[in-house]
Structure formats: structure tokens, C-alpha cells
């Protein structure tokens, strides 16, 4: 699905085989749109080891699942180590970055707090 396709509010869906679809690329970092409409936005990430996103903010409220792997994760000046499982949450407007340890997989739900 292309960052532009939009996925009505009001329609139920399935999204399968991502995993398949987007598979973790060497030294690369990649993204997928998966659900994209006014209310929020699902983007499926794979970073290879040592691939980063650099410090940056979203005007979105964001959470963050680490769904494979092993992640460094900066807001701010706090640091941490995510594992499989774990989940961050982001106010509109916080700085963060992160450099992922082992080659990982997260989705990012962005929500439109406006």
C-alpha cells in the first residue's frame, strides 16, 4: 500500500503477510505503510543492525512496538534497550532517535491528536 492509499475509518480489513512482504534488508532500513487514514497511520519498519533515524519528532502522538530484535531508543537524553515486545510511547513533539542492535522489526502507530 503506497503512504497516499487511504484505508476508510469505517471499513473493517485484514492486512496479512507482512512479515513476508517486508523482509529485513541488509544494511538498509525500510517501511511499509500498512493502514493510513485521518484518525491514524500504521507504518511496519525493519532496520538491519546498526542502521539508525537519526533525532527527529512526529506532530503525532506515536507508539511504538518493537516486534523482533534489539533497539537502542533515545527520547531525548534518556536511553534504552528494547526487546522484542516492548513498547514506547511518544508525545506530539518529543525528540527521539534509534539505532537498532540486531536487525529488528516495529510498527509505528502515529495518531492524530488534533
Known amino acids: 500500500m503506497s503512504a ?3 484505508t476508510p475509518v469505517n ?3 485484514f492486512k496479512l503477510g507482512l512479515n513476508q512482504a517486508l523482509p529485513v534488508s541488509e544494511q538498509a532500513t525500510t ?8 484518525l491514524l497511520r500504521v ?6 543492525a546498526g542502521q539508525m533515524l537519526t ?6 502522538a506515536v507508539v511504538v512496538t518493537l516486534l523482533e530484535g534489539e533497539m537502542d531508543f ?26 537498532a542492535v540486531s536487525a ?11
Open 11 to 13: 471499513e473493517s480489513l
Open 31 to 38: 517501511s511499509r505503510t500498512v493502514l493510513n487514514n485521518e
Open 74 to 99: 533515545s527520547i531525548g537524553a534518556r536511553h534504552e534497550i528494547l526487546h522484542a515486545g516492548d513498547v514506547v510511547y511518544l508525545a506530539p513533539n518529543d525528540r527521539h532517535a534509534l539505532t
Open 43 to 48: 507504518v511496519m519498519f525493519t532496520l538491519d
Open 4 to 6: 497516499s492509499a487511504v
Open 55 to 60: 533525532e527527529h519528532t512526529s506532530t503525532k
Open 104 to 114: 529488528c522489526r516495529m510498527q509505528l502507530v502515529m495518531v492524530n491528536v488534533d
